[in-house]
């Protein structure tokens, strides 16, 4: 059983949020937070799996939210469902250390699907966010604009196993190397390139990936 919290001011969203959650077996809703310190507060004492957060709230904004969650123990994933479509707001959730983000009229049954693939350690982040992210990526970038030679050819491997959105275990598997292995890989590459999350550093690769910047395609493989 895969244990979520939702942290969003709006009272009527959570309740349709929680019923929808609450349809797949898979999951179950332990608790809600009208606001960011009141969700702080609650995954510390529930322990979630998954973390949704709002980013327009009153009070702290969810990316502060974020980031105080990403300085606890917790080993949660923190997945942002919000109405913006911002390139800023979805950028700076993926510096914050966002693990997805999806857009609050994505279809219902999508939302399971997501969170059951963000659960096993896999980004999300929504198709209709394509055009958003094409243009984020095809723009200058200060963090990690360059560096990836900084990598062994080890951390390369990672890093190409981050851009395809694979899970801790799945990379293990692929590369014949243990679950810490990896860990330590992914904490290195992140480091190294200056980058906050796991899918800050598969956008990073994508954005690599550009031949130029007038006609190139995007390789949507983070979905």
Not at 56 to 71: F, S, Y
Not at 95 to 108: I, S, T, V
Not at 154 to 183: F, P, Q, Y
């Amino acid at each position: 059983m895969i244990k979520v919290v939702l942290i969003d001011d709006h009272p009527l969203f959570r309740k349709g949020v929680r019923q929808m959650i609450s349809q797949d077996p898979n999951f179950r809703v332990v608790g809600e937070a009208a606001c960011g310190q009141q969700g702080i507060e609650l995954a510390l004492a529930l322990n979630p799996d998954i973390v949704l957060i709002d980013i327009n709230m009153k009070g702290m904004t969810g990316i502060d939210t974020l980031r105080h969650l990403k300085a606890t123990h917790l080993l949660a994933r923190y997945i942002i469902l919000t109405v913006s479509n911002s390139e800023d707001d979805l950028i700076e959730a993926l510096r914050a250390g966002a693990d997805g983000y999806l857009l609050k009229d994505m279809e219902p049954e999508d939302l399971c699907t997501n969170l059951l693939k963000a659960s096993s350690g896999a980004t999300v982040l929504q198709d209709t966010l394509a055009e958003v992210l094409k243009s984020a990526l095809l723009s200058p970038v200060s963090a990690g604009s360059s560096g990836e030679e900084l990598l062994t050819p080890r951390e390369r491997e990672i890093l190409e196993c981050l851009a395809e959105g694979l899970n801790n275990k799945t990379i293990a598997r692929k590369l014949g190397i243990s679950d810490a292995t990896v860990k330590v890989h992914v904490k290195n590459v992140l480091r190294k390139l200056n980058l906050a999350s796991r899918l800050e550093a598969a956008v990073w690769k994508h954005r690599l990936k550009q031949p130029n910047q007038n006609g190139g395609k995007i390789d949507r493989g983070l979905h």
